[in-house]
């Protein structure tokens, strides 16, 4: 799986941002988008991933509001 693409399903809720595809075992929740990229591709070790990050409505909503 070297240097493959990882496509991430994130949504955001009251425990913050979750990652979820069916290439890992649990979804994984992180405080922000740059903290579950790199959760991400440590669970993803030893392949070398380019983890791309899909966000839903809400995810999409809480990064804006953030950027404000």
Known sequence: ?????????VTFDE????????????PVTALSLGGLRRKI???????????????DGLAERERHRRQA
Do not use: F, H, T
């Open 1 to 9: 799986m070297s240097g493959d693409r990882l496509e991430i399903n």
């Open 15 to 26: 425990r913050g941002y979750i990652g979820s595809a069916p290439e890992l075992r649990q």
């Open 41 to 55: 591709e440590i669970a993803m070790l030893p392949d070398d991933v380019r983890v791309v990050l899909q966000l």
